[in-house]
């Protein structure tokens, strides 16, 4: 089926146009001029401050003069993912989209609904000449998904809504009105490299076929995490004196890494024992996970010895400081029922030609909290001898139960669905909380369409929804204040 021809049309239409558009975070150059030529082309005021947000400003409709300026926000940049064996450059390539029943999906990559649908709802009114709304502001935000740059630099005074819509929520039943804070962690250290025992035997292990998905939304439900069951494989390994050359194990701090490949040197006296362990334990592993994983490989392949590889006593310091490092949720809320409070995602662990790499994402709540988990990850890469570095940290977003666009949107929601919504907060990083500090008087909500499987190549999202995200988005327009 035709994307461009689902309903709503005009939301699909410029989702289409948009995911034609590569526009991976810090590259985002041609989405940004996408967009101001899309608010020119309108007639509308549209400009870009210093670090590249766009902002467009729509009248309101006749009869809705008098009503409060309604900023909408969702940011321009996805998580740029593929499988393995699927051939895309996202710097040159749009998403390939098609429908399966009520999902839209890409082929072998993130589909971009993340937070593509939102940016496509926005569009979709700013050109409408038929919705009655009040004035409208759109903030069309960049670099969400590696460091909230733009909403950290959006100046103050720019923005000059007193409600804002964050349209970027995966669940269509839920409302957010608050959100988890982050951290990066990063651990580095060098070491020196060996010559490789002559007579090695060379192995390459990979890891592949595990979900992924967002390193907040998706932390709780035990998914597998590459490099944890790498970094376990390894750790049999430190019995057989096998030697590492290369390990390069996830990508992105913010998605559960799905992949890992390690290249290794194993001695020939040890290899075959060794090569029986391994098989055991990969089986071991595959089986645990096997109801969350049920498509996990862990695959060997003979290859030629490495001429260098890593020192015995580095590697043990490497893969003891793996897996002495927190990996999932940490601690769930004693003020919300079933929310993770804190939490750390272990997504990338690279290792090549003498440096070692180590990237977390460590998430709360509570502001205390994450600092309490980022330094005990701290602690255990430090008595390894890596240097620790704290960086890219954003606030989280206080609850605010008696907000008045809260009302609205809970009672838009219930006249069109005949149901209450899930007021909630969530484990990911909203814009909000950053936005909040510049904006502290601006009213703000979250919700959005059913979206699962974020930041992996897995990422589909529901038609149904959404045409019920549309309509409820319509609604809130009609009875704001």
Known sequence: MDIDKLEPIAVWKNFSRLNAVPRPSKKEERVISFMLDFGNGLGLETFSDEIGNVIIRKPATKGMEDKKMITLQSHLDMVHQKNADTVFDFDTQGIEMYVDDDWVKAKGTTLGADNGMGVAAIMALLESTEIQHPALEALFTIDEETGMTGAFELKAGVLQGEILLNLDTEEDDEIDIGCAGGIDVTATRTYNEKD???????????????????????????????????NRLLFLGLDYNVRISSLNGGSLRNAIPRESVCKLNVGRKHASEFFKKINELSKVIKEELSVQEPDLKIEFKDVKPAKKVMGLGAQEKLVKAVYAAHNGVYAMSGAIADLVETSNNIAIVKVEKGEITIGCLTRSSVETAKLDLANSLRSAFELSGFKVSFSGAYPGWNPNPNSEILTVVKDSYVKLFKERPRVVACHAGLECGILGQNYPDVDMVSFGPTILGAHSPDERVSISSVQKFWSLLLEILKNTN
Request: proline share 0%; glycine share 26%.
């Open 196 to 230: 490789g025992t002559h007579g090695d035997a060379g192995l390459e292990i990979t890891v592949k076929g595990l979900k992924g998905g967002h390193s907040g939304m998706d932390i709780h439900k035990g998914l597998g995490n590459a490099n944890k069951i790498m």
